[in-house]
């Protein structure tokens, strides 16, 4: 944990760098000090088709679904989540310029009696730091 | 919201126009009366990889998730379900004489507390109606 | 149900045979004996753009979401995911022969209030039976 999974549309390719938005979500991530280094885990899925709104072809999205391990204090998820959303619109902003962007965001918990996981990173990172 | 996201295999695209598809979806979900236009965002996810049912190459699957806010009333919830699946339902109908096809749709909620939006659509369309 | 459903990182395209992994998923699923041949769909999403851990390019992921109706008792959802656990640590054990890998898993409820389907494949399938 934490999984960072967003969908955006098509027509956003030209004037967003997806792997600079990956990395900016992933230190945003990181400072709220709620995640480890080798659990974090971002990344993005294009939707090549798509309806939004009033159906203009300018109009785009960007929605960003957070997936943590239930448990966490909810006032440690909210703040956590207000920092990784200010991230995410420092980055977006200049698509506000114009009247066609929509950005969400939201956080869902994983269920811990019905997650698995094994992670070859972990050990390496923890190698490093001794 | 409310957010229309579906995945389909790779095998429909010949038989599925999936423009047409986002816009039947968006219609039917603005005729439920429950949400905003300058909010509706309907995509779709192409699945180049996959196994259905008996493994027969034709065996093709969609399957919508709408997300909403949570707190709606069940009833209302469940009768826009039942509108955006007949929607569904007659624009897939064709795919249903043959023995291959599996749809499916679910209804999830976003808890408010853990959901961020701005959206500069919603401003214009607003500004348009006055 | 059920839906069998994975996101990966596209730098671990030339080492997964995907379609190979999709059926590995398929037949674990209906191992378990809690699945109808005719409902299982498994899935993969390649992520084009991601950033894992401590951003090495080695780095890579695999998320597999397992959906599933809610109502079964939670030791059999509990056991049916190890053994599907079993079978994809199995199908990409080699991975973690290297220390850049992350695999995870879960598994998320469907409430059946707010599912909807029609399925032609399983007529079919019984048909066959009798």
Redesign the interface.
């Known amino acids: 944990m934490p999984?960072l999974?967003y969908?955006y549309?098509a027509n956003l390719d030209p004037v967003i760098d997806?792997?600079a938005?990956?990395?900016a979500?992933?230190s945003a991530a990181l400072e709220t000090g709620l995640f480890e280094?080798?659990?974090?885990?971002?990344?993005?899925?294009?939707?090549?088709?798509?309806?939004?709104?009033?159906?203009l072809p300018q109009?785009g999205?960007v929605?960003l679904t957070i997936?943590v391990g239930a448990g966490r204090p909810?006032d440690a998820?909210?703040s956590a989540?207000?920092h990784i959303?200010a991230a995410l619109?420092d980055f977006l902003g200049s698509?506000?310029e114009?009247?066609?962007?929509?950005?969400?965001?939201?956080?869902?918990e994983?269920?811990p009696?019905?997650?698995?996981?094994?992670?070859?990173?972990h050990?390496?990172?923890h190698a490093q730091k001794t």
């Open positions: 999984h999974s969908e549309s997806h792997n938005l990956c990395v979500l992933h280094l080798g659990g974090v885990r971002v990344r993005s899925h294009k939707c090549k088709f798509y309806a939004v709104a009033d159906l109009n999205f929605h997936s909810a998820k909210k989540g207000d959303w619109v698509q506000f114009t009247p066609h962007f929509a950005l969400s965001m939201e956080i869902r994983i269920d009696d019905f997650s698995w996981k094994q992670n070859a990173i050990p390496r990172i």
